[in-house]
């Protein structure tokens, strides 16, 4: 236990909450798929970034988090990773049946989903893992064409994710991790009660809030939509 408290004060890491999984130092002790470690090879992630070696553990355990990091730690692939992992996992299984949603992730903007996809779309290559995106801009049609089609992540803002899923009957019974992304935004500018109405569609989601500053509010919050939730907060002097 002092160990790995000395490592994570080494990492500039800080953790709250019971039986916090202990970080790892590199992606090939993760429990990640070989195609998926593979993928972080070739997109150049060596090893992973600090709020990446505490946050993929504790989520592989299913655990619901709050963290807070700098901009550029690479908190989206430290929601992504497990995320891929557990489609794979999921999809390597004999399965039969319709293609449906495993995750979801929500982000403010249609920018930053954008980045979002794109950093999935690497990361899940060659992996049995599709993606949508349901945000402005695009027409709404192609967005659940390819949901039809069978996705397992959906990564979207929330007005026009509401938007779909209140003209089209998507089956979100499957659908085990929610994400907020920049969720200092997503609850505190009018954003909330999308996000409330999108998690209360889902059937008691591992969830993982991320930004780079939190609020006590956001911290009031994050305890109304998970229980037992381990907090992280990495190299932030904002706090
Ligand atoms: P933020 O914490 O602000 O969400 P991002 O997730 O957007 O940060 O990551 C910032 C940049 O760091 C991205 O360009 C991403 O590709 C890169 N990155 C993320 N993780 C790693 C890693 N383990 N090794 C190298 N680069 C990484
Ligand atoms: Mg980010």
């Not at 490592?7 to 070989?34: H, N, Q, T, W, Y």
């Not at 599709?130 to 039809?148: M, W």
């Not at 500018?189 to 008691?204: T, V």
Request: glycine share 6%; net charge neutral.
């Amino acid at each position: 236990a002092s160990q790995t408290n000395a490592l994570r004060s080494k990492l500039d890491i800080s953790v709250k909450g019971e039986a916090v999984p202990d970080p790892v130092m590199c992606f090939s002790s993760c429990g990640l798929p070989e195609k998926l470690v593979h993928n972080l090879e070739t997109a150049g992630y060596s090893m992973p970034t600090p709020v990446q070696m505490q946050v993929i553990p504790a989520s592989m355990s299913y655990r619901s988090l709050l963290v807070s990091a700098d901009t550029g730690s690479g908190k989206t692939a430290s929601f992504l990773i497990p995320i891929i992992a557990l489609c794979s996992r999921k999809r390597l299984q004999p399965y039969t049946g319709k293609r449906v949603p495993l995750a979801i992730v929500l982000a403010p903007t249609r920018e930053l989903c954008l980045q979002v996809e794109d950093q999935a779309k690497v990361l899940g290559k060659g992996l049995p893992f599709k993606t949508a995106l349901v945000v402005g801009g695009d027409p709404l049609a192609q967005q659940i064409y390819r949901i039809d089609n069978g996705v397992e992540l959906i990564v979207g803002t929330p007005g026009r994710l509401i938007d779909l899923l209140m003209k089209h009957n998507v089956d979100l019974s499957n659908v085990s991790v929610f994400v907020l992304d920049e969720v200092d935004c997503l609850l505190e500018r009018g954003f909330r009660d999308q996000a409330m109405e999108i998690f209360q569609a889902l059937s008691n989601p591992q969830v993982m809030m991320f930004s780079a500053t939190l609020h006590s509010e956001v911290e009031k919050m994050s305890n109304s939509l998970a229980k037992n939730v381990v907090h992280v907060s990495c190299g932030n002097p904002g706090r």
